[in-house]
């Protein structure tokens, strides 16, 4: 659900660009006062994992699209909300910056929908009266898949009406939100399941984490070596070799769009603000869509655009076995653990100053 630029007018952009930035000093103040030693690595593996995990689209059956995790409530339920929120938005603002996954100008509405909905909506309100504090393992079950579904939905409709206040005509509001509220519920339920997973294992292996994430965020004493080197090795071997193995049909957004304006993508003004970010970012995009730079393929093929037979490109063959992938899955994943953990130590090092 990483929305691209053309989808968004820049007064929206900037709208969502100054509203994602009153929610992230909030967040940073809020997790200032009760972060813990024990968190900070716990932000970054946490963050690497959910970056890995977003690279594996799965194939929803019967409709031609696909989805993949969001990862909003496992931040949410195993972090706490205002970590949570931190981190999804350096997992964002990495795959816009150097991946060239989601806009520039819309990455403030990426993170709003994808981070303030699970983390201040659905994680307070649905997980959190589901699970109760001291969770069972049927209330963990319970309590994700709700919030998960819900969670999503919401994301799903902040699309829409930021497309809608944004004037795109492609995508008249009632098709629109007629075709992404079902596909993603779709979604969602894979997600809640896949949530409920997690956090389950995480529970069972320290159960402190996710009963403290909530009201009361200081862990108990004790390692998370465990915990932590799992979560690791789990986004070492999800981003470097699960992810050859997505899905290649277009995730939700994309199959919405295609059903509701007869294309997958848009295309943006060659001019103002989207043309200056469309430069920016291939700029600092050195791994765009995963994978490595393939600007002599790109050149040949404008050349020569439609007479090629179809033939069964590398790209389109599953698993997509590739190196580049491999590289941007481990590279991707060792700089947003970087990001995280060094929000979360710089807001203890400011915590510990001010005390």
């Not at 890995?52 to 969001?70: D, E, K, L, R, Y």
């Not at 965020?217 to 050859?244: H, K, M, N, Q, Y």
């Not at 003004?269 to 050195?286: I, Y």
Request: net charge neutral.
């Amino acid at each position: 659900m990483h929305m691209a630029d053309a989808l968004i007018s820049p007064a929206v952009g900037g709208t969502m660009w100054t509203a994602t930035a009153g929610l992230t000093i909030y967040s940073a103040r809020k997790l200032k006062q009760e972060i813990d030693d024990r968190k900070v690595p716990l932000m970054g593996v946490l963050g690497a994992f959910v970056f890995a995990a977003q690279m594996i689209n799965f194939t929803i059956p019967a409709t031609g699209s696909s989805g993949h995790v969001g990862g909003g409530m496992i931040l949410a339920i195993l972090l706490g909300p205002h970590a949570a929120f931190l981190v999804m938005a350096s997992i964002l603002t990495v795959q816009a910056l150097f991946f060239a996954d989601g806009g520039l100008l819309a990455l403030g509405c990426n993170i709003f929908n994808l981070g303030f909905f699970p983390c201040f909506v659905a994680y307070p309100l649905i997980y959190r009266k589901i699970a109760g504090e001291k969770p069972t393992q049927g209330r963990i079950l319970a309590g994700a898949m709700a919030a998960a579904v819900l969670g999503l939905q919401m994301g799903a409709f902040g699309v829409v009406l930021e497309t809608l206040f944004s004037g795109v005509t492609e995508l008249p509001f009632g098709t629109f939100v007629l075709l992404m509220q079902p596909i993603h519920l779709a979604i969602g339920i894979v997600e809640g399941l896949a949530t409920a997973l997690v956090v389950i294992f995480v529970w069972k292996a320290r159960p402190e984490i996710v009963e403290m994430a909530g009201p009361s965020p200081v862990l108990a004493a004790g390692s998370l070596r465990r915990v932590v080197v799992g979560f690791l090795v789990l986004a070492v071997i999800t981003g470097g070799a699960l992810s050859w193995f997505a899905s290649t049909q277009p995730d939700g957004l994309e199959w919405s769009m295609f059903r509701t304006a007869g294309k997958e993508e848009l295309e943006p003004s060659e001019h103002g603000v989207h043309s200056s970010l469309a430069e920016l970012q291939k700029k600092t995009a050195f791994l765009p869509d995963y994978d490595f730079r393939k600007e002599k393929a790109q050149t040949e093929s404008k050349e020569e655009p439609a007479q090629e037979p179809a033939e069964s490109s590398p790209a389109e063959q599953w698993p997509a076995v590739s190196a580049g992938t491999s590289v941007a899955g481990v590279v991707g994943a060792g700089i947003t653990m970087a990001v995280a953990a060094l929000i979360g130590f710089g807001l203890k090092r400011r915590q510990q100053n001010k005390g």
